[in-house]
T-cell receptor, first 114, second 110 residues
């Protein structure tokens, strides 16, 4: 069974631009969550989707948004990029939110904002 | 909101020594999960604990959930170089928003 895939793997943008990251969950998984990982802040929760509905949202500004499609694939968008948005963005999928089998993470998208 | 702290932040051990990381939550957790992230990799799920006082073992790894369900620990016996990485605990607040702990980075010196 294929794992969680994220595209692109690396991205370089400049301040003020916007970016869209994509995540394809494991087949059959309906819950997708997004995390931002930085050396200083650790793993910060962005949002979680289940069956195309946003279930939870972390403490990030409105510049960060996401959506989930009917096939469970998910995208997150960051508008008006800032230098501080440079981070590894991780997507994780699971059968249901908070399930006992844990979350399966993708390899992440490394975003660099210049 | 919920805060999940882990100590220590960093730990260097000689190969063969034991290692323990502690996870403390400001609120009661319905369950707790543990993940391992190798350098340059992504978090990988290790285990979930649900019951108060629960203890689970995976080979050299022992996981424990506190009686009050506000703390947890991961103990590795006789560390090996393959144990290198950052260990995170994670617990859901109501509504299943997962908060990851601050992580403990383990270095094993051969």
């Amino acid at each position: 069974k294929a794992g969680v895939t994220q595209t692109p793997r690396y991205l370089i943008k400049t301040r003020g631009q916007q970016v869209t990251l994509s995540c394809s969950p494991i087949s059959g998984h309906r819950s997708v969550s997004w995390y931002q990982q930085t050396p200083g802040q650790g793993l910060q929760f962005l949002f979680e989707y289940f069956s195309e509905t946003q279930r939870n949202k972390g403490n990030f500004p409105g510049r960060f948004s996401g959506r989930q499609f009917s096939n469970s694939r998910s995208e997150m968008n960051v508008s008006t990029l800032e230098l501080g948005d440079s981070a590894l963005y991780l997507c994780a999928s699971s059968w249901i939110a908070g399930g006992p089998e844990g979350k399966f993470f993708g390899p992440g998208t490394r975003l660099t904002v210049l | 909101g919920q805060q999940v702290m882990q100590i220590p932040q960093y730990q260097h051990v000689q190969e063969g020594e034991d290692f323990t990381t502690y996870c403390n939550s400001s609120t009661t957790l319905s369950n707790i999960q543990w993940y391992k992230q190798r350098p340059g990799g992504h978090p990988v799920f290790l285990i979930q604990l649900v019951k108060s006082g629960e203890v689970k073992k995976q080979k050299r790894l022992t996981f424990q959930f506190g009686e009050a369900k506000k703390n947890s620990s991961l103990h590795i016996t006789a560390t090996q170089t393959t144990d290198v990485g950052t260990y995170f605990c994670a617990g859901p607040e109501t509504g299943n928003q997962f908060y990851f702990g601050t992580g403990t980075s383990l270095t094993v010196i051969p």
